[in-house]
T-cell receptor, first 117, second 111 residues
Framework: AAGVIQSPRHLIKEKRETATLKCYPIPRHDTVYWYQQGPGQDPQFLISFYEKMQSDKGSIPDRFSAQQFSDYHSELNMSSLELGDSALYFC????????????????FGPGTRLTVT | SQQGEEDPQALSIQEGENATMNCSYKTSINNLQWYRQNSGRGLVHLILIRSNEREKHSGRLRVTLDTSKKSSSLLITASRAADTASYFCATAPNRDDKIIFGKGTRLHILP
């Protein structure tokens, strides 16, 4: 079965550079979530999109922005990178529109490991 | 503030034994999920239990939920070396909400 695809899998950037992470949800999934997991930390919610509109926002720095495109893939743009941005970035997808009364299970991608030097 | 707190933070047991991990949370939830993460890798969804459910099984996994105590437990029976990983509970306040993760339990299965 198709899973969530994230690219790139690894990324090394220098301080003050920009980075773009991409997420391709499971086919027919309409909702995308972004999470950040620092070293030894639990994943923290950043932002989510449903049907190409931002649906919820967490602890996402102003230097970060994200969007969901017409094909439902999403991109997380990170500018003025700081050392503290080094983390594993997960994307998850779920299907809300056809879920009915069921809870929306989120399926996670393998993550993008960002290292800022 | 952190929604989920796991207990214990780390657990080492012999292969073949049962492992129990607990999770407590603070606010009302629609569902609670358990995830496994091998060192620095992706999150694998294990099981979801809804707020109106009390127990759920999946293979060697058994999850209980006590909404009156705002707690859940994950039992892994007949542990194997491959079960060595970090286990996170995650809660969803509403069914379409972001997931709020706890700090995780590091489980180490000794040969």
């Amino acid at each position: 079965a198709a899973g969530v695809i994230q690219s790139p899998r690894h990324l090394i950037k220098e301080k003050r550079e920009t980075a773009t992470l991409k997420c391709y949800p499971i086919p027919r999934h309409d909702t995308v979530y972004w999470y950040q997991q620092g070293p030894g930390q639990d994943p923290q919610f950043l932002i989510s999109f449903y049907e190409k509109m931002q649906s919820d926002k967490g602890s996402i720095p102003d230097r970060f922005s994200a969007q969901q495109f017409s094909d439902y893939h999403s991109e997380l743009n990170m500018s003025s990178l700081e050392l503290g941005d080094s983390a594993l970035y997960f994307c998850a997808s779920s299907q809300r529109r056809l879920a009915g009364l069921r809870s929306y299970e989120q399926y996670f991608g393998p993550g993008t490991r960002l290292t800022v030097t | 503030s952190q929604q989920g707190e796991e207990d214990p933070q780390a657990l080492s047991i012999q292969e073949g034994e049962n492992a129990t991990m607990n999770c407590s949370y603070k606010t009302s939830i629609n569902n609670l999920q358990w995830y496994r993460q091998n060192s620095g890798r992706g999150l694998v969804h294990l099981i979801l239990i809804r707020s109106n459910e009390r127990e759920k099984h999946s293979g060697r996994l058994r999850v209980t939920l006590d909404t009156s105590k705002k707690s859940s437990s994950l039992l892994i029976t007949a542990s194997r070396a491959a079960d060595t990983a970090s286990y996170f509970c995650a809660t969803a306040p509403n069914r379409d909400d972001k997931i709020i993760f706890g700090k995780g339990t590091r489980l180490h299965i000794l040969p």
